[in-house]
């Protein structure tokens, strides 16, 4: 039998483990967060994904806009960094974040322009990837940006004042919607100054003759064999036809409507957006 002393002292040892468990998880698992948090910030991952787990293509240059700008800027942006792309001047991508998404802001575009694989992989404009990362704040937004290692005449000068005028743009605006179009149109008119359309040779066109018939005589008789015997073609239908409709066979020189293709086209797949997979980086602000 426990006495009420025995079972008061066992009480006391209960609450004291059970104190200083809790005081032992409560030193430990900050720590021990904090150090997860740090590893999912933008910017402070390695290679090679970097923390991302982005899909590589994208149905839109802009990734992550969705809590923060309309789609109908996001598909203005698109028209503006298509044009671009096709013209072999930049492979460009957008990235919004919010501050408490990002550690070190430079690293992320840097990084992130790595993990989509921005950029020619070949040619004469070999790794022209770019991204510009919109980290958003209560009441501001911080713009910065990642060049690839084939964009060299794109100077920090340049680049810097674009960011100055998309941040500016939201101070005085609070529309992210405008910071957005302003900060893509801007870009459009610097790249632009700076690099040409690249545009393939034209294929030659290949010449296709056509069989001539003889001259003279046997020409004429060329063209009169060939009308006798599409005539002929034209009576042996004008027989056959009667006859298949009386045996009930239907005859359809168009095929059936109900098989085969159909006659308007399907709508598309949604297009998708992302690197040729160079992925390298020169710089970044």
């Known amino acids: 039998m426990i006495n009420r002393s025995q079972a008061q002292r066992y009480m006391i040892l209960i609450v004291g483990v059970?104190?200083?468990?809790?005081?032992?998880?409560?030193?430990?698992?900050?720590?021990?967060?904090?150090?997860?948090?740090?590893?999912?910030?933008?910017?402070?991952?390695?290679?090679?994904?970097?923390?991302?787990?982005?899909?590589l293509q994208q149905m839109h240059w802009t990734v992550?806009?969705?809590?923060?700008?309309?789609?109908?800027?996001?598909?203005?942006?698109d028209v503006i960094l298509d044009r671009l792309n096709s013209d072999s001047i930049a492979q460009t991508m957008i990235l919004i974040?919010?501050?408490?998404?990002?550690?070190?802001?430079?690293?992320c575009a840097v990084h992130f322009l790595r993990y989509m694989r921005l950029?020619?992989?070949d040619g004469e404009r070999k790794d022209n990837g770019f991204v510009f990362l919109i980290v958003v704040e209560p009441n501001s937004i911080d713009v910065h940006y990642g060049v690839?290692?084939?964009?060299?005449?794109?100077?920090?000068?340049?680049?810097?004042?674009?960011?100055r005028i998309a941040e500016d743009t939201y101070q005085s605006t609070k529309s992210l919607d405008l910071a957005l179009l302003t900060l893509i149109q801007e870009f459009d008119t610097v790249a632009r100054?700076?690099?040409?359309?690249?545009?393939?040779?034209?294929?030659?066109?290949?010449?296709?003759?056509?069989?001539t018939l003889p001259s003279g005589p046997l020409g004429i008789l060329s063209i009169c064999g060939l009308l006798c015997i599409g005539v002929l073609f034209l009576l042996f239908?004008?027989?056959?036809?009667?006859?298949?409709?009386?045996?009930?066979?239907?005859?359809?020189p168009y095929g059936s409507r109900g098989s085969g293709f159909p006659l308007g086209g399907g709508r598309s797949s949604p297009r998708s957006r992302g690197g040729s997979g160079s992925s390298r980086s020169g710089r970044g602000n």
Request: charged share 10%; hydrophobic share 40%.
């Open 237 to 252: 239908l004008i027989w056959l036809l009667p006859k298949l409709a009386r045996s009930g066979i239907n005859f359809n």
């Open 119 to 121: 950029g020619l992989p």
């Open 148 to 163: 690839g290692l084939g964009l060299p005449a794109l100077t920090a000068s340049e680049l810097t004042s674009l960011n």
């Open 97 to 107: 974040q919010s501050e408490e998404q990002v550690g070190n802001r430079v690293n």
């Open 18 to 55: 059970i104190a200083f468990t809790f005081s032992l998880s409560a030193y430990l698992t900050p720590a021990k967060a904090g150090i997860i948090l740090a590893a999912d910030l933008c910017g402070q991952g390695s290679a090679p994904d970097y923390g991302f787990t982005y899909d």
């Open 193 to 211: 100054s700076n690099y040409s359309p690249l545009t393939s040779p034209t294929p030659a066109q290949e010449i296709t003759y056509l069989p």
């Open 64 to 77: 992550d806009w969705q809590s923060h700008v309309s789609e109908n800027a996001v598909t203005e942006v």
